[in-house]
T-cell receptor, first 114, second 116 residues
């Protein structure tokens, strides 16, 4: 059974550019969440999607956006990149009741902004 | 502010010893408390989780102790092994509005090193 797949694994972008990260959840999982991980702030919640609807949003500026498709795949977009956006972006999926089954995280996309 | 406070930041334990990591929270609405293990280059992996109606949960060498009145919970790793060397995160979540899903609030992590 394939796990959560995130692409690309590594990305280098220049300040001011925009970036799109992709997440394919485990087959059958309908819930997808995104987290940002940095040494300074730790793991911070970005968004949560369920059946193409954003259910929760964390305290990030509007430059951070996301969406979920009908096949449960999700993308997140960061516009006007800043140096501080350099982080490991993690996607997690769950069958539906995330707090009963827990989240399964992908290995993340390492974004470096220069 | 940090919703879940985790300590210690780093921990060094001898093989066969007990590793103990502590977490504290303030929000009494939290009703799900998982622990995650993360190896370098990998995403966090769910180790064990507990709900506040239970004071202890054990899975193999891993035990969560939960003290609802003190708003604290801890992870005990018995017979610690070098392969347990990783970063451990506690987390908490509460039922979202009209939804069974919810965001996880993570502690800052504990880097555990188990030496032979």
């Amino acid at each position: 059974k394939a796990g959560v797949t995130q692409t690309p694994r590594y990305l280098i972008k220049t300040r001011g550019q925009q970036v799109t990260l992709s997440c394919s959840p485990i087959s059958g999982h309908r819930s997808v969440s995104w987290y940002q991980q940095t040494p300074g702030q730790g793991l911070q919640f970005l968004f949560e999607y369920f059946s193409e609807t954003q259910r929760n949003k964390g305290n990030f500026p509007g430059r951070f956006s996301g969406r979920q498709f009908s096949n449960s795949r999700s993308e997140m977009n960061v516009s006007t990149l800043e140096l501080g956006d350099s982080a490991l972006y993690l996607c997690a999926s769950s069958p539906g009741e995330a707090r009963r089954h827990g989240y399964t995280f992908g290995s993340g996309t390492r974004l470096t902004v220069v | 502010q940090q919703q879940v406070k985790q300590s210690p930041q780093s921990l060094i334990v001898q093989k066969g010893g007990i590793s103990i990591i502590n977490c504290a929270y303030e929000n009494t609405a939290f009703d799900y408390f998982p622990w995650y293990q993360q190896f370098p280059g990998k995403g966090p992996a769910l180790l064990i989780a507990i709900r506040p109606d239970v004071s202890e949960k054990k899975e193999g060498r891993f035990t969560i102790s939960f003290n609802k009145s003190a708003k604290q919970f801890s992870l005990h790793i018995m017979d610690s092994q070098p392969g347990d060397s990783a970063t451990y995160f506690c987390a908490a979540s509460n039922r979202g509005r009209g939804s069974t899903l919810g965001r996880l609030y993570f502690g800052r992590g504990t880097q555990l090193t188990v030496w032979p």
